[in-house]
């Protein structure tokens, strides 16, 4: 059984024997059965429930499933990835209210702007995805450096952004997107794990340009992120700043702010 919404999605399955009713609510919620363990056919998912942490098991698993750790972060203040010197950092400009990351994902961006001290809302729509999202936020939280260094700035949500971004009141600063889209051209070399289980997951993000529209009516700044060289979504932004694989395109209203 898989629910439309859950693309792919096999079942929940629990390897610890203190976690089945939390594995049962999961499959309620997703949609799915409670499976035995085993190995998931090809181009399949399964959620498992590990003592530590749940993962995403796909058919090339073995020893250990995917996860969404936020613990590997590289928490030095001024150095690393939280540098403000970094392109993320940049392209928040001098923002001091609240950072909705619009398309959340598996939350790394998330994480990092709350790292770096921004408040944060991540809006994730797929349910699969905001399972993992949360548990990584509830494991980070009772690593104390993690905890830390996050500073309870992190706050994530399933919803559909552009349901719920128009109702914020305050509404946010900065919106943030990082949208899944089919690229004209296929890319010259396959992207990392995580984002391919991403794309499985969660597909391409046909709203986009309608997101990003609806971004730059509500907030003073909207930052896209996109691979570099690849085209504008939708318009030309205010201005762009690049790194070395990506490129963030940050739209101004009225062209300040």
């Not at 598996?106 to 993992?132: K, N, T, W």
Request: glycine share 8%; aromatic share 4%.
């Amino acid at each position: 059984m898989v629910e439309a919404g859950v693309p792919g999605l096999q079942g929940v399955e629990t390897r610890v024997a203190s976690r089945s009713d939390e594995a049962r609510t999961l499959a309620r919620m997703l949609g799915v059965e409670v499976l035995r363990p085993g190995r998931p056919p090809r181009d399949s998912f399964r959620l498992v429930l590990l003592e530590d942490a749940i993962e995403l098991w796909d058919h090339d698993c073995v020893r250990r499933g995917n996860r969404v750790d936020f613990t590997t972060i590289d928490t030095r203040v001024g150095g690393g990835n939280l540098s403000k010197s970094q392109p993320l950092a940049r392209s928040m400009g001098s923002a001091n209210g609240l950072v909705v990351d619009a398309t959340a994902g598996f939350g790394h961006d998330a994480a990092l702007l709350a790292c770096m001290g921004y408040d944060v809302l991540a809006i994730e729509r797929s349910p699969l995805v905001q399972v993992l999202l949360q548990e990584a936020l509830e494991r980070a939280i009772i690593d104390p450096r993690m905890n830390k260094a996050l500073g309870g700035r992190l706050r994530v949500v399933q919803a559909d952004a552009l349901e719920t971004i128009p109702g914020l009141d305050p509404p946010p600063t900065v919106i943030y997107m990082d949208p899944m889209f089919n690229p004209k051209k296929p890319p010259k070399a396959l992207p990392r794990k995580p984002a391919q289980i991403l794309r499985r997951i969660v597909g391409h993000d046909s709203d986009a340009e309608e997101l990003l529209t609806m971004a730059i009516n509500v907030a003073k700044r909207v930052v896209v992120k996109r691979a570099d060289g690849a085209e504008f979504l939708g318009m030309e932004p205010t201005h762009s700043i690049s790194g070395k694989q990506v490129r963030y395109d940050v739209y101004l209203r009225d062209g300040s702010g």
